[in-house]
């Protein structure tokens, strides 16, 4: 415990879902030096209220000014996290996903760090191209060509405490309104990941310094409609979900983007939900010695909690 304890964790965007899961979980082992690195104020204030022990730095990895390069010195293994993950505007995906982690792992290189966990998406294996996907592919190119040692993670859609996007949003927006809409049949399937299981997946990470690529993928497939209605369950929810014509769908998304610049649901995901990608499944369980959480009882563990079930993290 106390070669734990010793070990300094610097986590990039430490203050969004995963951060805000894995920080909890890294305490429990015994780790006692996390230091997080993270842009978004909001979120970083929430960070603060519930893991006042964690070091944070309010800072933007993609800007010029780099005062926070110091905070590497002695890190013994780097978690990037940080992600441009929605929006509209391509340049953001560029300077959160490659500018920034050009800085990071320049920082990490002078340094001489270690480890590193490098936190892609399963979407580099999409037959999706858009925005997140090619900065995703960019990004994990950047870290792969650093020279560290390091475990790249390639998890599905996560859900979990402070999830803000994706099923978060969903589960609040279906909480708010008499009638869900469903994107024409809504028999798209989903791999859908529990955040706690994958952060579960980075701490056996860490503590065993694994090597190599994987696919974390969600161990049951379940269509989207069928995954709302496990979200209406799990939340008490008294909306009724309507299939609605795709293109009616689609219109309505883009009719909604010219009022929202900063959209939780977007054309682009749309099409990206009705992609029909099918992930391998690997037995990550077994490989990294931690346990797959039943998807039903990880959505009630997400929506039920009577403390992290309330709190939203902003976009």
């Not at 979900?241 to 769908?249: G, M, T």
């Not at 939900?273 to 499944?281: C, S």
């Amino acid at each position: 415990m106390a070669a734990i304890e010793r070990r300094k964790i610097v986590l990039t965007g430490g203050a969004g879902l995963v951060g805000q899961n894995l920080i909890p979980r890294l305490t429990a082992k015994g780790f006692t030096d996390i230091v997080v690195i993270d842009k978004h104020l909001t979120n970083v204030k929430i960070l603060e209220k519930y893991q006042p022990s964690v070091r944070v730095f309010h800072r933007d990895l993609a800007e010029e000014n780099k005062d926070w390069y110091s905070e590497l010195a002695g890190c013994e293994a780097l978690v990037i996290a940080h992600a441009q993950i929605g929006g509209l505007e391509p340049s953001e995906y560029v300077r959160n996903n490659v500018v920034a982690t050009k800085h990071l792992l320049e920082a990490a290189v002078q340094h001489k760090v270690p480890y590193a966990v490098s936190i892609s998406s399963s979407v580099v294996d999409s037959m999706v191209v858009d925005n997140y996907t090619e900065t995703k592919k960019a990004q994990e190119d950047l870290v792969a060509s650093s020279g560290i040692k390091q475990v790249v993670l390639r998890p599905t859609l996560m859900f979990g405490w402070f999830d803000r996007k994706h099923v978060g949003w969903l589960a609040r927006f279906m909480q708010r309104v008499p009638v869900f809409p469903i994107p024409g049949s809504g028999r798209y399937l989903r791999q859908p990941l529990f955040a706690a299981d994958f952060c579960d997946v980075i701490v056996s990470s860490i503590m065993n310094e694994t090597t190599g690529t994987y696919k974390i993928t969600g161990q049951e497939r379940i269509d989207y409609i069928d995954l709302i209605r496990a979200v209406k369950k799990a939340t008490g929810a008294k909306a009724h979900i309507q299939k609605v014509p795709y293109s009616l769908f689609w219109t309505m998304l883009k009719v909604n983007a010219l009022f929202d610049k900063n959209p939780a649901f977007t054309v682009a995901q749309l099409e990206a939900l009705t992609t029909p990608d099918v992930f391998d499944v690997i037995d990550w369980p077994q490989i990294f010695g931690v346990r797959a959480t039943p998807l039903q009882q990880a959505l009630n563990i997400t929506f039920q909690d009577p403390v992290f079930s309330h709190v939203i993290l902003d976009f």
